[in-house]
């Protein structure tokens, strides 16, 4: 779930037991863990007789009544009800989306909870953020329930992207979740999503809800139906629910989901999709108006015939590239991969004309890009520069792995002089200058243009200092360099070699200590710092100075992007921030 927080930090206000960290992430970085966190410690969950006597208490039949109107003039919800509430009127379920939702619901209300009731009473009084959520939902919403309803799941499963994300397809974890569902790398990669330099499919809202849909699934009939358990796995990883349930037969206690001994934020993920359902079933008690969508698609895929550029497919659709990137976030570069069909999410109301435009035109107008053919003397870095982009850019538009290039190859160069524009309106980042540093060290590794980035400081980028903050445009990410995984026999000096760089450059990039061996199977970068993280956990030993000196920054640097002065100290444990937060 999303790191540094890319929705409002989700905290009930009845006192109950929730992580340090976030409820917005899962488990561990465990294996097929669906979304991710630090859990802490494990607390003994709540044990009811009567569920022990259940043998599967996550679902109940469709038709069954909802068993919310309780009496809750004492609980953590009780100043948020209504009695004298009008009730909400639903349309048909053939003519809004969210009726069809709320028509599909299937699992145990569980209304008497208190971690329901506190949660209900969260989304109650955090109407921004769930308005928020509910309005990022209208594009994709109706692809989601198209597909649950195919599968016949339960209709609340469309919510868990609320708690996921706020449905953001662009959300993203400081623990490398990613996405509208927050897929793990290792989890998007078993469930088969494509991510490379192009594409992130974690971040595609149509073929992530079908990876998570299938995972789900999975998960369900792993746990024998049983769907709180399917969505603790999802949240934590089945492993970590495994453990638990063979815990709890070994004490002889119920093995429903409630009796488990799971971490605290995979204790809150059920009680969370609970409290939206419990809301959506009588809004109006809550004092909520919830909205109505029509049911029909709001968007639609239109297959590209050629690789395409985001800004010439904009303009065709008479849209910004920034609204359209918005739809396609799965979309990584400035086109689309040219070597694979791509599918382009647009509104429904423009794809035929759209269609209709890519068929009559020729498909080398779709992409903005030069070429150059390769002289004697030329290097990567050499062409790079002249034509204002990055040495990675270069390199993957044109399936470089290394850095050989030979006389007279005829090399693409992405978007000559403008490798990253951004729209006007889209938030910039903050970079803090280090010892070293210049223009095209900094352009180079966003991979944005010199003269985008002098713009956006003004007469501020002409002489850097140590400390001095940029404004690096579009929010801009250091493109992924590109890597290579370690054999056996291999040495820093062959793989230098053979990649025309230097040793130094190699310990560097992937910053390794002196001393450091390297080990098959481990990935190092070739071309340009390995990505630096969000945060880093202090280990036992650390220091203010080794830290700086293994992320190559000044500690001052380091010292202000966590508010500290000269005499603060660290300890084992905590969190230190290593990248500056996007400004808005």
Not at 338 to 357: G, H, I, W, Y
Not at 391 to 404: E, W, Y
């Amino acid at each position: 779930m999303p790191a540094e927080r890319t929705g409002p930090v989700l905290r009930p206000v009845w006192p109950i037991r929730l992580s340090a960290r976030t409820l917005w992430a899962g488990a561990a970085l465990v294996a097929l863990a669906g979304c991710a966190g630090q859990p802490s410690k494990p607390v003994s969950a709540e044990r009811s007789p009567e569920l022990a006597k259940q043998a599967h208490p996550s679902t109940v039949p469709a038709n069954a009544p909802d068993n919310d109107e309780i009496d809750d003039t004492r609980g953590p919800d009780a100043d948020v009800i209504r009695r004298d509430y009008v009730p909400h009127e639903w349309p048909e379920p053939a003519r809004d989306l969210w009726s069809a939702i709320r028509h599909d619901f299937s699992l145990a209300p569980n209304a008497k909870r208190r971690s329901v009731r506190a949660w209900t009473q969260f989304y109650a009084t955090h109407t921004d953020h769930l308005d928020a959520s509910l309005a990022r939902a209208q594009p994709f919403l109706w692809h989601v329930v198209q597909q649950i309803e195919a599968r016949d799941m339960p209709g609340e499963i469309a919510l868990l992207p609320i708690v996921e994300s706020g449905y953001n397809p662009a959300a993203k974890s400081y623990a490398g979740a990613s996405g509208m569902w927050q897929f793990m790398p290792g989890t998007a990669d078993h469930m088969r999503l494509t991510r490379d330099w192009w594409y992130d499919g974690r971040n595609d809202p149509l073929a992530s809800t079908d990876a998570a849909l299938n995972y789900l699934q999975a998960l369900n009939d792993r746990y024998n139906g049983d769907w709180f358990l399917a969505l603790a796995a999802y949240n934590a990883g089945p492993g970590r629910v495994d453990r638990a349930i063979e815990r709890a037969d070994r004490e002889g206690i119920s093995t429903a989901y409630w009796n488990l001994e799971l971490p605290e934020e995979t204790q809150e993920y059920v009680p969370q999709l609970l409290a939206l359902r419990r809301i959506m079933m009588t809004p109006a008690r809550f004092g909520l108006d919830w909205p109505t969508l029509a049911n029909r698609p709001r968007t639609r895929h239109v297959s590209l015939p050629a690789q395409t550029d985001m800004q010439i497919a904009a303009d065709m659709l008479g849209m910004s590239e920034d609204a359209l990137r918005k739809l396609n976030p799965g979309l990584r570069r400035w086109a689309s991969d040219p070597n694979r069909p791509t599918q382009l999410l647009v509104p429904s109301a423009k794809a035929d004309a759209f269609e209709s435009r890519l068929a009559q035109i020729d498909p080398s107008k779709l992409v903005d890009s030069a070429h150059h053919t390769v002289r004697r003397g030329d290097s990567l870095s050499r062409i790079a520069q002249a034509y204002d982009v990055s040495v990675a850019s270069l390199r993957q538009a044109n399936d470089i792995h290394g850095s050989r290039i030979g006389v007279g190859q005829r090399l693409t160069i992405p978007r000559p002089g403008r490798a990253a524009e951004p729209a006007a309106d889209v938030p910039s980042q903050t970079y803090v200058v280090q010892s070293g540093d210049t223009l095209w060290h900094i352009a180079n590794r966003y991979n944005v243009s010199v003269a985008s980035l002098k713009r956006a400081n003004d007469s501020a980028a002409t002489s850097l200092r140590i400390g001095q903050k940029l404004d690096i445009p579009g929010a801009a990410r250091p493109p992924a360099p590109t890597t290579y995984v370690v054999e056996r026999g291999d040495t820093l000096w062959s793989i230098a070699r053979t990649n025309e760089v230097s040793v130094a450059d190699l310990r560097r990039w992937n910053r390794m200590t002196p001393g450091a061996s390297l080990s098959p199977g481990t990935t190092i970068a070739l071309d340009g710092p390995s990505e630096l993280p969000n945060f880093y956990e202090v280990e036992a030993g650390d220091s203010l100075w080794s830290i700086a000196d293994r992320f190559s920054m000044q500690v001052a640097t380091l010292r202000s992007l966590n508010n500290m002065s000269a005499q603060s100290t660290i300890r084992p444990g905590e969190r230190l921030r290593l990248q500056p937060a996007v400004s808005s």
